[in-house]
């Protein structure tokens, strides 16, 4: 018998019924031609694999679009958190810096507004357009890309959001951004703190370390993966 195993299976399920509600023909005709594709395949499981992917990235750009009508109901820091947890990540917020905050059932009630302070993507799916999630959030001060494998180049430009308040960044293992995707990082003036490593699209990191130190002459910029980083 089919069943939710997880937290995140729950929520994908809830929002793609709100996604199917908002954009019905879109979702329906692109999961239609999916599944025609699927049910007609003999053999060969590349035509499942193409089609699902598809839907799956139709589903993945909805996750990441910023719902503005649900942002003036309950405020920037909640959406935010809600587009990192339904991606696959978690957030921690002021009130308790410490805790990691990776599923809806142990969100704050609506009616509290929280501050969100860390956002933790590590193997989440977050895309360059749901980095606009951050726009309105003044207390994030720590952030940690670690395997986020739809981070396109320019996938880090959505940070300049941060630029106040970003203090800790890691960027790891997102084999989606090459050199010029760092540039941005360089506007992060209250940053302290940088992590890059494992990146293998970046071809030439002393580099970016070179420019990001003139640019950063307060960050302590780190290359090696520690022990205790590997999820």
Known sequence: MFSLSSDRDQIFFTEFGMIAGRNLNLLRNSFLTTTKHIWNTPTTNAPVNNASRQLWGYVAIAFNRVDADRQRLVGPDRLCAEWVIKNGGGICTVDAPNRLINSYNILPPEDHRFKVKVVDGSGASLMKIGLEHFKGCNHIDTVIFH??????????????????????LQISECNNISDDGFDVIGEMKKLLELRI??????????????????????????????QNDEK
């Open 197 to 226: 490593f494992n990146m293998s699209y970046v071809k030439n990191l002393d580099a970016i370390v070179q420019n990001l130190k003139k640019a950063l002459p307060n960050c302590h910029i780190e290359t090696t993966e520690k």
């Open 147 to 168: 395997k986020c494998k739809h981070l396109e180049s320019d996938g880090l430009n959505g940070l300049v959001h941060l630029k106040d308040t970003l203090k800790s």
